[in-house]
């Protein structure tokens, strides 16, 4: 279950947007993700604090816009969360559109420096569509991990301290949850082969469901395969890897007991001199060259009818 720390007052419309997020010690990502969303247009964030002993709770009492819960259950006996996430909708209702997304993700989709989530979602609609596939960028410092900035404007994007990302080295197909995209810097470099695509932007109805799904493709599965049409630029390799990927491995409360942490700690290329770029290795820009190069469908150019 989950118990509300506070629940704000203020009544939501039905086209409110309500991003709902897990999250464990995140203060290092909680101010900018807070922004980037709010930019987007969120009018509520809903979050479960797992057990965090850090300032994230702080951080979080003092937001305006956000409500607060926490559970009897850590993350691996609320089925990694999902079963958190499926609360949540529970309780701010059906038949509407949610952001569904990590701490250390940020949404960008076609003109969202200037468009917001509802025009996003009107691209959607306009496919038919119930959820919006979007590819996982991980994003990685200009520097070895060592000599990487490690501070930055508290609610500036992560692209100041970690610009880069791979060009190239991508693979799609579809998979038993969906349609998957593996690869990426994590693939290159210590050889796992996670898949990186999810469905953050989801419009939810009496057979959605998170729990018994996966947190890459929740139900029904169907809904799951379509273009890619938005980028989650994720904040994972930065100067605090190091220390916090040995954190999350103890926790030993993510997938299969953190395995993905476990098999880069191990890996012989991990480590403080750790350097993620290649020949490859570009700097984010903006949404237009994502759509150029290929990551994102742009909705808006399809064939007119």
Not at 54 to 68: F, G, S
Not at 75 to 83: C, D, E, F, Q
Not at 156 to 184: Q, W
Not at 265 to 286: C, I, N, P, W
Request: charged fraction near 30%.
């Amino acid at each position: 279950m989950i118990t509300p720390v506070r629940k704000l007052s203020e009544p939501l419309a039905h086209d409110d947007i309500i991003l709902i997020s897990v999250l464990k010690n995140a203060e290092r990502y909680l101010p900018s993700f807070l922004a980037h969303y709010r930019s987007l247009g969120v009018k509520r964030f809903a979050f479960v604090d797992d057990r965090s002993n850090d300032d994230t709770r702080a951080l979080l009492l003092a937001a305006p816009d956000a409500d607060i819960y926490e559970s009897n259950v850590d993350y691996r006996g609320a089925s990694g969360g999902l079963v958190w996430r499926d609360l949540l909708v529970d309780r701010y209702g059906q038949d509407r559109w949610y952001v569904s997304i990590d701490c250390d993700e940020y949404l960008v989709f076609p003109g969202s420096e200037k468009r917001t989530l509802m025009d996003f979602i009107a691209d959607i609609e306009s496919e038919g569509l119930k959820r919006a596939l979007a590819v996982m960028i991980d994003i990685y410092p200009d520097a070895k991990l060592s000599d990487a900035p490690q501070h930055r404007p508290p609610d500036a994007s992560p692209t100041v301290v970690c610009p880069l990302y791979d060009a190239e080295g991508y693979t799609i197909a579809n998979e038993k949850f969906c349609t998957a995209i593996r690869g990426g810097p994590r693939r290159r470099m210590f050889g796992t082969d996670m898949r990186m695509t999810k469905f953050p932007v989801i419009f939810v109805d009496r057979k959605t469901r998170f729990n018994s799904g996966s947190d890459h493709g929740p139900l029904p599965i169907q809904r799951n395969y379509s273009a890619v049409h938005a980028v989650l630029l994720h904040y994972k390799f930065s100067a605090d890897s190091i220390k916090e990927f040995r954190t999350m491995y103890e926790w030993g409360t993510h997938f299969d007991g953190g395995r993905f942490y476990k098999e880069i700690l191990d890996h012989a290329a991990f480590g403080e001199t750790m350097d993620f770029r290649y020949a490859q290795s570009t700097a984010f820009v903006d949404s237009e060259k994502l759509v150029a190069a290929g990551f994102i469908q742009d909705l808006r150019d399809r064939p007119a009818a």
